[in-house]
């Protein structure tokens, strides 16, 4: 009794937050690209085009574009059984509206997923990662515009038949319901609302259309190639009420609305009564075109799948409030806290994981779950990452629970950031998730060389045993 044996252990990361090449090859501009460094407290400035003087972390990434096959090798050596990376956008269609797609950019992803697949490592690919064509944002105001639709789902469509054979495991938009969540959902929509313009109309309705064309992707995906598995990708923010007070349970349960909205349509395939609570919430019903529902009836994923790092607790009186890079919530006085303010709350992954067993009986997926902390590299280049170590062990035995005791249908386990890069929220090198360490710094020097931590070996001997030995390692 344990982990499945086809049980995929591995990472997961985003095109931009490790690439680096932002013009190589024909790549146009995106989002991701005019979004400069931020710092803990200190909100990411958006630009409309790159500035001279201005450090934007996604400009170098890790490198990742030129670094990849050694890259690959290390977790190779960790025994990774599935790597999650996302193409970018405008490397296949620069503009996002191109007549043709750009060869060059598809042949980079075909090296990247030949070289995963030659080493047994199971490509998991995310087609939208927070880069948005930043020609798509100035011409149509991005996902405000059905027009987005269509040009997504051609972007989609090259790329399942490009890598037909190479990729079989999908997701659409990550962290899709981070659209209800985000205050400015750059990130997910390439959004920031105007002062003339009623938030909750735009959201609604440009959730509407992500929806529709992660529901068209998933039926294309599925008519490509049969073996395609699709899955649907939420930021799990699990929140607690704070009392027992009734009331707190009440407000706690509005709170956890946006997990479950875009998850009934995605599993589903129909907008439900929970939609519906949403929409009267919000005030606003999403404008459909004769064939939207067909479209994601069609179009229902095989799986879901979901990012985790911290939960809070929701209360009717006020709360002393914490951020974490897309979600708020109140502080909760049982956990401890990383140095970014993120509650740890292990036992809360396995809540997590019940909760979506019990609404919608499909596998589960965990692609995200990680720690950003600083690291400190020894006069020995050795570094001693216990903290790291502590949190994934956790996090991993809470999983081994809800898969062993209340037999949940657990997929895999990928974790944040194996290799460390640009954090979304903040923009910056110094907030490390990885196991291999990258040599790049905040000021922008560093010479991009990688090293193992000591989380590197312990994360091999995790994955040899399938989950079983999460000991220290005896170094
Ligand atoms: C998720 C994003 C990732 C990633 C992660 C960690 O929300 O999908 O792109 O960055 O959070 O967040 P951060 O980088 O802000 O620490």
Known sequence: MGFPKDFL????????????????????LSTADVEARGAKGVPRKIYDKPVEGVLFPSHDGIDFYHRFPGDVELFAEMGFKALRVSIAWTRIFPNGDDSEPNEAGLAFYDRLFDDLNA??????????HYDTPLALVKKYGSWRSREMVNLAVRYARTCLERYRGKVTCWLTFNE????????????????????????????????HYQLVAAARIAKIA?????????GAMVIYHLSYPYTCRPEDQVKNREKMLPQFYFLDVQARGRYTNLCQQVWDRLGYT??????????????TVDFISLSYYFSSVESVEPLKELVGNVAKGGRNPYLEITEWDWQIDPVGLRVALNQLEDRYQLPLFVVENGMG??????????????YRIDYLRKHIQAMHEA?????????????????????????????????IYVDRHDDGTGSFERSRKDSFYWFKKVIATNGEDLDDLDR
Request: hydrophobic share 35%; charged share 25%; with cysteine.
């Open 286 to 299: 999403p404008k459909m075109e004769p064939g939207d529902k067909d479209d994601l009836r069609a179009g």
């Open 222 to 230: 599925h008519e490509v190639d049969p073996a395609n598995r699709v």
């Open 403 to 435: 898969v062993t005791v209340d037999h949940v249908d657990l997929m895999g386990y990928l974790m944040w950031g194996p290799i460390d890069l640009v954090s979304c929220g903040t923009g910056e090198y110094k907030k490390r998730y990885g196991f």
């Open 176 to 207: 899709i319901n981070g659209l209800f969540i985000s205050p400015k959902p750059w990130h997910q929509a390439g959004i920031v609302y105007r002062d003339d313009e009623v938030m909750n109309q735009v959201r609604v309705q440009a959730a």
């Open 373 to 386: 902390a600083q690291d400190t590299v020894e006069t020995d280049g050795s570094i001693h990452d216990s």
């Open 9 to 28: 252990w591995g990472g997961a990361m985003a095109a931009w937050q490790v690439e680096g090449a932002y013009r190589e090859d024909g790549k146009g």
């Open 119 to 128: 080493r047994g490592i199971k490509p998991v690919v995310t087609l939208f």
